[in-house]
């Protein structure tokens, strides 16, 4: 579904990403995991469109999209939750799922991705027309997966959806993943959680200043001893 080949990305003249390769098939979670500074954050956003590699290709269901405008990213089928949500917070819950499906395609079927979307997070149903900044973290963090799933991709990308929330609202968060991913969207996540995302995921990947230094089944990671060393703790 989506091949990344030989992507450098960089801001001005300093290369965050370099020369990395990935893929993520038809129906699949994929992790790329890394301590902070890896370049997780920019790599993804260069794979949702928000920032142009400097070299390489971007292949999504056959067509390369790397030199697309981002704002097509989105009518193709991939939609970003970004890291810090990105909520309108002023403007109430259903206004911002709503804003998810502004696209001809999702507009279209707006109600029965809202039915989808409330069914997966019952408790945003219950605050529709309060404000998004009154929602506590882990429902800002719903509000977000929510949100772009009403723009109904085909693949998700999610840039640290664990960040700062409570353990037990990581592993609900973790379960509803496996439930879209379930419903046949794919998935593709930066994580900082390593165990819970090796666990979720089909195929992981290293980043480590840049570069994909790891890359393989999630089990066969978690076995390799620096790989326990470094990102495990044991």
Same mark, same amino acid.
Request: proline share 4%.
């Given at each position: 579904?989506? +091949?990344?080949?030989?992507?450098?990305?960089?801001?001005?003249?300093?290369?965050?990403?370099?020369?990395?390769?990935?893929?993520? %098939?038809?129906?699949?979670?994929?992790?790329?995991?890394?301590? *902070?500074? %890896? &370049?997780?954050?920019?790599?993804?956003?260069?794979?949702?469109?928000?920032?142009?590699?400097?070299?390489?290709?971007?292949?999504?269901?056959?067509?390369?999209?790397?030199?697309?405008?981002?704002?097509?990213?989105?009518?193709?089928?991939?939609?970003?939750?970004? +890291?810090?949500?990105?909520?309108?917070?002023?403007?109430?819950?259903?206004?911002?799922?709503?804003?998810?499906?502004?696209?001809?395609?999702?507009?279209?079927?707006?109600?029965?991705?809202?039915?989808?979307?409330?069914?997966?997070?019952?408790?945003?149903?219950?605050?529709?027309? @309060?404000?998004?900044?009154?929602?506590? &973290?882990?429902?800002?963090?719903?509000?977000?997966? &929510?949100?772009?799933?009403?723009?109904?991709?085909? @693949?998700?990308?999610?840039? +640290?959806?664990?960040?700062? @929330?409570?353990?037990?609202?990581?592993?609900?968060?973790?379960?509803?993943?496996? =439930?879209? *991913?379930?419903?046949?969207?794919?998935?593709?996540?930066? =994580?900082?959680?390593?165990?819970?995302?090796?666990?979720? %995921?089909?195929?992981?990947?290293?980043?480590? =200043?840049?570069?994909?230094?790891?890359?393989?089944?999630?089990?066969?990671?978690?076995?390799?001893?620096?790989?326990?060393?470094?990102?495990?703790? *044991?």
């Amino acid at each position: 579904m989506l +091949e990344a080949r030989d992507l450098r990305v960089g801001y001005g003249a300093a290369p965050a990403v370099w020369d990395v390769s990935l893929d993520v %098939a038809e129906g699949e979670i994929a992790v790329v995991v890394g301590p *902070n500074g %890896a &370049g997780k954050t920019t790599l993804i956003n260069a794979l949702a469109g928000l920032h142009k590699p400097a070299s390489g290709r971007i292949v999504f269901q056959g067509s390369d999209v790397a030199r697309l405008p981002s704002h097509r990213y989105c009518g193709l089928g991939i939609a970003l939750v970004p +890291e810090g949500r990105r909520l309108f917070t002023g403007m109430s819950v259903r206004e911002n799922l709503e804003l998810g499906a502004y696209r001809g395609a999702a507009k279209a079927g707006r109600a029965r991705s809202m039915e989808r979307v409330l069914a997966l997070f019952p408790v945003l149903g219950e605050k529709l027309g @309060l404000a998004a900044g009154t929602l506590s &973290g882990g429902q800002q963090q719903m509000l977000a997966i &929510g949100r772009a799933l009403m723009a109904r991709p085909k @693949l998700l990308l999610l840039d +640290e959806p664990s960040l700062g @929330l409570a353990p037990a609202i990581v592993v609900e968060m973790f379960r509803i993943l496996r =439930e879209v *991913n379930r419903g046949g969207v794919a998935v593709l996540l930066v =994580e900082q959680n390593v165990a819970m995302a090796l666990d979720l %995921a089909s195929r992981a990947y290293v980043l480590e =200043e840049g570069r994909i230094v790891a890359q393989g089944a999630p089990r066969e990671l978690s076995s390799r001893e620096e790989i326990r060393r470094a990102y495990l703790g *044991n």
